[in-house]
């Protein structure tokens, strides 16, 4: 069954760390960018991370929304075939819905995680 299921959120305190996790089952992650988004309440969807399949140009780069930079880190672990989500500094306004996503070459959105909920605390 060709799926990503997300691991790692919880209940953190400002300022608290959580690492994200994006595992695939049924194809092989490191040849597809990934990309993690996320969803507040009443906010819209944010894309906040990416990085690019594991070969050819640009190979693994990453990219992050300003509202993350300096904080999150996206990176591979393409024997265990996921995708992290290392958090640092996590505050309030970080609280949502956490989804990976499999895309496509034209970085569509192509295959979802069910989502993970990450909430933090003052």
């Known amino acids: 069954q060709v799926q990503l299921v997300e691991s790692g959120g919880g209940l953190v305190q400002s300022g608290e760390s959580l690492r994200l996790g994006c595992q695939a089952s049924g194809f092989t992650l490191e040849n597809y960018a990934v990309g993690w988004l996320r969803q507040a309440p009443n906010k819209e969807r944010e894309g906040i991370a990416c990085i690019t399949r594991s070969e050819g140009r640009s190979a693994g780069s990453t990219f992050y929304a300003d509202s993350v930079k300096g904080r999150f880190t996206i990176s591979r672990d393409n024997a265990k075939n996921t995708v992290f989500l290392q958090m640092n500094s996590l505050e309030p306004d970080d609280t949502a819905e956490y989804f990976c996503?499999?895309?496509?070459?034209?970085?569509?959105?192509?295959?979802w995680g069910q989502g993970t909920r990450v909430s933090v605390s003052f």
């Open positions: 996503v499999k895309m496509g070459s034209h970085y569509e959105y192509e295959i």
